[in-house]
């Protein structure tokens, strides 16, 4: 069982352990900051107090990870972009799967979202397969869309309409 709750500034060290993992952070965003150090998690920690687009996800009581959304502007207001993300000791046990389950159903419930969308590295096959069991759709391929660790990425674009 897992819940999603607002940072605690005791996620502290499990954040520096997590984003300092290469595994982990392979194929999240570089605006995490790399290597990841006590300030960037004050800040995140602080940055997502009281946001409910930003959430730790814990898992029989431990702190496991991290689930977002970014709000659209102007005329995509009504659209948010999907993160997430989880340490590997974490992996494969269905935790995401759960994660983008309960956030993307208080999101859909509890505000005025019509539309989440994810682009996930295609090499990604775990995040796709999270997506696919939430009901999320494929919508297409950005070829070589992101440029990290000396290399290009072709990106998935998945999305969720809800209802």
Not at 86 to 114: P, R, S, Y
Not at 137 to 147: C, D, P
């Amino acid at each position: 069982m897992i819940t999603l709750r607002q940072f605690k500034a005791t996620d502290s060290d499990l954040l520096l352990k997590y984003l300092n993992d290469a595994e982990v952070t392979q194929y999240i965003t570089n605006a995490i900051p790399q290597p990841y150090d006590v300030e960037d998690a004050k800040w995140w920690i602080e940055h997502s107090r009281n946001n409910e687009y930003i959430k730790a996800i814990e898992y029989q009581g431990e702190f496991v990870g991290c689930i977002s959304a970014t709000l659209g502007d102007f005329e995509y207001n009504r659209s948010a972009e999907l993160g997430y993300w989880l340490g590997k000791a974490f992996w494969n046990q269905g935790i995401a799967t759960q994660a983008v389950e309960l956030f993307g159903d208080t999101l859909f419930n509890n505000t005025n979202l019509v539309r989440l969308f994810v682009s996930v590295v295609s090499d990604n096959k775990a995040s796709i397969r999270v997506l696919e069991k939430n009901g999320y759709l494929f919508e297409g391929t950005l070829k070589r869309a992101s440029f990290k660790n000396g290399r290009f990425y072709d990106e998935v674009l998945f999305a969720k309409i809800g209802s």
